[in-house]
């Protein structure tokens, strides 16, 4: 199951390094402000659809991958937020 995020970070992190021309995932690594925008997007459409009990799932899709993106594109590692969070487990 973890093993598609895993997926997604190092798609992220290829792209980063190796960007192909025309590709949305690379819009979203160049551009923070459109990957910023897609998050909040995103997560208002995952609110919607919670509340109206319709698309659930493809919109929690959308928030997960535009959030790897959003993370990446900041240079903020998945490996931290999760220490950060084991840090804060009580």
Do not use: C, Q, W
Not at 49 to 61: D, L, Q, S, Y
């Amino acid at each position: 199951m973890l093993d598609v995020l895993e997926e997604l970070f190092n798609l992220a992190r290829e792209r980063k390094k190796n960007p192909i021309d025309g590709s949305y995932t690379n819009k979203l690594l160049i551009d923070k402000n459109l990957s910023k925008e897609k998050v909040l997007e995103e997560i208002k459409e995952l609110i919607e659809a919670v509340e109206t009990n319709n698309n659930k799932i493809h919109e929690a899709a959308d928030v997960f991958y535009h959030l790897i993106m959003y993370l990446e594109a900041n240079d903020i590692k998945i490996e931290n937020v999760m220490s950060e969070l084991r840090n804060r487990k009580k």
